[in-house]
């Protein structure tokens, strides 16, 4: 590939060396050097198609500015996982998140160091797999995704992303359950964030990255019909018949629910906003990362997807209060035309969906992490399941 002959892009924490921090813009514009890069892997069991470092920076001299730490995120070193990333041209997009859009998103956003990445060699070729997802059978379908996952890694481009460290902050557990009081913290930033890009069509027709709600569905009922029957070998029991009925009910919904979840009034999303993503700063202010997943939809899936993955079903009875708490902010922020009834409607879609999603992805990204017995899916299904089952 041209650009590897260009340019060195770090893979991994033993690429991230002085000489190359030498060589970034940010070290460049400081006229400062660094003299020496320690590495330690943050985030492990959060995040699960990146790997994440944080680097403590020594330098030659002291200047304003320079920081002693930076997180730099390269793609996953889980190869099923950097393939699914690739094929969903998740890194590409954050870093042209944050290079491009991060001024206004309006958003609290840790800052913007660096970005690299190789050149995509054949834009052409999204358009062209698009078509076909759309357009093979559900068999089709599952064999052209296999065979995406399946690219050889020396066809893999290579991508990294450099931003701020948040040391300060308190990153919440997902796997432990928040509580309600960080979960109207987190919805008032959501909802901020929705007002801000309701009906947002300048911005959505000016980044290719920024995918509709209802791009591929059919990829969403093959993953479903191909991982069924294991999954419920494995929660079956858990779920019990009524829900198993009722995600059989939503395979054959698919293309009407995502429509759904995709028509106007629609905002742009943050895709994939759960409590790990979401860090807490000791004077009350919030930091949202992970950018990779952005498109534009209906504000009840990012609402769904946090309060359900967030929240143990225990606090199921505060649900109608906390979107009551999202919807007030959303409407004191200008947005009109959408009521509490709809929002709640449409959140409710957005758990069916967000189920079966767990079930069609069984396969194609590992959620196991060392040292833990269940993965995070496991988790998370027996979180979603009272949620689902309430």
């Not at 995120?73 to 944050?98: F, H, T």
């Not at 690219?151 to 701020?164: D, G, N, Q």
Request: charged letters at 25%.
């Amino acid at each position: 590939m041209a650009g590897r002959a260009r340019s060195h892009i770090p893979q991994s924490a033993e690429e991230l060396t002085p000489a190359w921090f030498n060589l970034v813009p940010f070290a460049e514009v400081a006229g400062a050097s660094v003299l020496r890069v320690e590495t330690e892997r943050v985030g492990a069991g959060i995040g699960f198609v990146g790997d994440l470092f944080r680097c403590r920076l020594t330098w030659d001299r002291e200047l304003p500015g320079l920081p002693a730490t930076v997180v730099a995120k390269v793609p996953s070193s889980v190869r099923q996982n950097r393939a699914l990333g690739e094929g969903l041209l998740a890194y590409e997009r954050e870093i042209v998140v944050y290079r491009e859009l991060r001024d206004t998103l309006t958003i609290p956003m840790p800052g913007y160091f660096h970005g690299q990445l190789d050149p995509n060699p054949a834009p052409w070729l999204t358009e062209v797999i698009r078509w076909l997802l759309d357009r093979l059978p559900l068999g089709g379908v599952s064999w052209l995704v296999d065979r995406l996952l399946d690219l050889p890694e020396s066809t893999m481009r290579r991508f990294l992303l450099v931003i701020e460290d948040v040391p300060d902050a308190r990153p919440a557990s997902q796997v432990g359950g928040g509580s309600v009081q960080d979960a109207e913290a987190a919805l008032d930033v959501l909802a901020r964030f929705h007002a801000a890009h309701w009906m947002c069509t300048e911005l959505v027709e000016d980044q290719p990255l920024v995918w509709p709600f209802d791009r591929t569905p059919k990829v969403f009922q093959a993953g479903y019909r191909r991982n069924r029957d294991e999954f419920l070998e494995r929660f079956g029991e858990l779920l019990g018949p009524a829900i198993i009925d009722r995600l059989d009910a939503v395979q054959e919904q698919i293309p009407e629910l995502v429509e759904r979840l995709a028509a106007p009034p629609w905002t742009l999303l943050h895709g994939d906003y759960r409590l790990d993503n979401v860090l807490f700063r000791p004077n009350g202010d919030i930091v949202v990362v992970d950018y990779q997943l952005l498109l534009y939809g209906r504000p009840g899936w990012d609402v769904a997807y946090f309060v359900t993955t967030a929240l143990d079903p225990a606090h199921r009875d505060d649900e109608q209060r906390l979107l009551g708490h999202y919807h007030d902010e959303l409407v004191a922020r200008g947005v009109t035309g959408y009521g509490p009834a709809e929002l709640a409607g449409d959140v409710e879609v957005a758990k069916d969906l967000l189920a079966h999603w767990m079930v069609g992805t069984g396969d194609v990204i590992d959620t196991r992490v060392e040292g833990r017995d269940e993965s995070f899916v496991d988790l998370m299904v027996h979180r979603l399941a009272g949620w689902v089952g309430a």
